[in-house]
């Protein structure tokens, strides 16, 4: 999540959905399978999520069928809830079959694109008094999940089981159709439709994975609205997401095997990307409009990150490296910074203790390190918290020993604006550097006014409405220090 000019962007992420996108994705492979087997020694209660393939005399197998899912209950009322859902994808639309419920008068579809979801919080499609409907205008590539209720009496049954379906316009012919699943006792039974030419059938299944997304999203809290904005080109989450001179600088991340090492760059004020140096970066050196960004050299997630005078600083994080003392895939302690100026990165001081999922803040000039966690990637009951450890440690990283000013303020009035902060022991002057665009840096990008004596300042001559950004240094005997905290503000 990123702040620039008042909007708040939304970037990225990943949502928990059921089975697989790829075969590697699921958790159980069985061979050879036929339509009508029986899958046991499942957990009741626990909802699993499968998927159908045909192979060929050659061994090529087919692209996977549309998933479906049931949950496994030790006792059933046969025919009290709509059972043995069968789902069809088509162009925009998902079609639904089941068997129906004694005394049902009609039936009622929920969808939703969330998995689990209460039927409360679903799109309620009601009257359809015949066992098989067919939902349109939905999204091609996006998953819908499905439940069906029956009216007898003027009663509404209990759910049944959910069920995926994913429209594409294009369905591949050779992929198996009415793939049907019925739960039973810590089984389930799977059928589906033969398909021409297929020898054997393999049959996928798990308990769900992630989807990445590259997703957008900008809010306005003046406006209280929300806007989507161009896509990411990398869908991933765990990434930073650092402003600087106006620019949203997307780093690393996760996006399925392995970690992420890109740098992306969004200017929200062209609702563009980029893997290049913009133009409207104020790069010098190396950094020429163009040029490939510098990928980060420990490609990772979830790892802590701070702006500090144009660099990014990104530290520890989760590399999925095992660990000799831990017993399991784990972190890093690498502290890199990217020099947005230079389009360059350096080496910095490794953080103490190693760790992922944790939270890094700046104040005045400091990277504050604080808990955090040491994550396998399963779960492992023989270690503690089942593969990974919480963390409460705090850890402090600066960069000069020279303070910086604190408790930077800012106030407007007509056209102008008034400055305030702490002052510093043994500073003789400070110097001001501001910008119309977040992020600001003492190096480049920005306007310096220096030889300030007092710790206030007025800012005049502005333009009302315009957004303006501060930081403030302090001169001493030993040099400058660094920027303090920016503060934005309309005059």
Known sequence: ???????????????????????????????????????????????????????????QESPASFSVSATPMATSAPG?????????????????????????????????????DSTSNMIKVSGITTTTATISGLNDGMPYYFVVTGMAGGVETQPSTEVAVTPQASPNVNVPSGVNVT?????????????????????????????????????????????????????????????????????????????????EVYDPVSDSWSMTVPVNAGTIAAGTAGDPLAP?????????????????????????????????????????????????????????????????????????????SRDGIFNDPTLPNNGGYSLTVNEAYTKSDTPVPSSVTATSAANQVLLSWNAVAGASSYNIYWSNKAGVSTIANSTKIAGVTTNIYNHGALTAGQWYYYVVTAVTATGESLPSNEVAIKP
């Open 80 to 116: 009290s809830i709509p059972t043995g859902i069968s789902t069809a994808a088509g162009n925009g639309e998902a079609t639904l079959s089941w068997t129906g419920v004694t005394g049902a008068s009609s039936y009622n579809i929920y969808y939703s694109n969330k998995t689990s």
């Open 296 to 372: 980060m050299p420990t490609a990772r997630d979830d790892f802590g990150f701070a702006v500090v005078n144009g660099s990014i600083y990104t530290i520890g994080g989760d590399i999925n490296t095992f660990d000799a003392v831990l017993g399991i895939p784990c972190c890093t302690t690498v502290n890199e910074a990217y020099d947005t100026v230079r389009n360059s990165w350096r080496t910095e001081p490794d953080m103490p203790t190693m760790r992922d999922d944790y939270d890094a803040s700046l104040v005045d000039g400091v990277i504050y390190a604080i808990a955090g």
């Open 183 to 263: 739960s039973g006792d810590g089984q389930v039974i799977l059928s589906w439709s033969p398909v021409p030419n297929a020898v054997s059938y393999n049959v996928y299944y798990g308990d769900g994975h992630n989807v990445y997304y590259g997703t957008v999203e900008a809010y306005d809290p003046v406006a209280n609205t929300w806007s989507e904005k161009a896509p990411m080109p990398t869908p991933r989450r765990g990434m930073t997401v650092s402003v600087v001179n106006g620019l949203i600088y997307a780093i690393g991340g996760w996006g399925g095997w392995p970690e992420l090492s890109v740098v």
């Open 1 to 59: 999540m990123a702040v620039v000019d008042g909007v708040i962007y939304a970037i990225g992420g990943s949502v928990y959905v059921p089975g697989g996108i790829t075969p590697d994705e699921w958790d159980v492979k069985i061979t050879g399978a036929n339509s009508g087997d029986v899958i046991t020694a499942l957990n009741n209660g626990l909802s699993y999520y499968f998927t159908v393939t045909a192979v060929d005399s050659s061994g």
